[in-house]
């Protein structure tokens, strides 16, 4: 089977341009940075008082529960 090309993407190969096909590394570093921030923010949520308390409170309440 062969693959047929439109004129434009032959003309694209023989000059060298091939399509980006990925992320470049400038767009690799944003998504960094953003995964970095948000665990950043969710490790501050989770550790905070008012989860400790409320995860604290839930466990009691089911070890209280008469069966």
Request: neutral net charge; charged residues 20%; proline residues 3%.
């Amino acid at each position: 089977m062969l693959l047929q090309f439109r004129p434009r993407t032959l003309r694209r190969r023989k000059a060298g341009c091939v399509p980006d096909g990925g992320m470049s590394t400038a767009e690799y570093a944003v998504g960094t940075i953003a995964a970095a921030a948000f665990a950043a923010l969710l490790y501050a949520v989770v550790t905070g008082d008012s989860v400790y308390d409320g995860l604290t409170t839930l466990v009691e309440q089911a070890i209280a529960v008469d069966f």
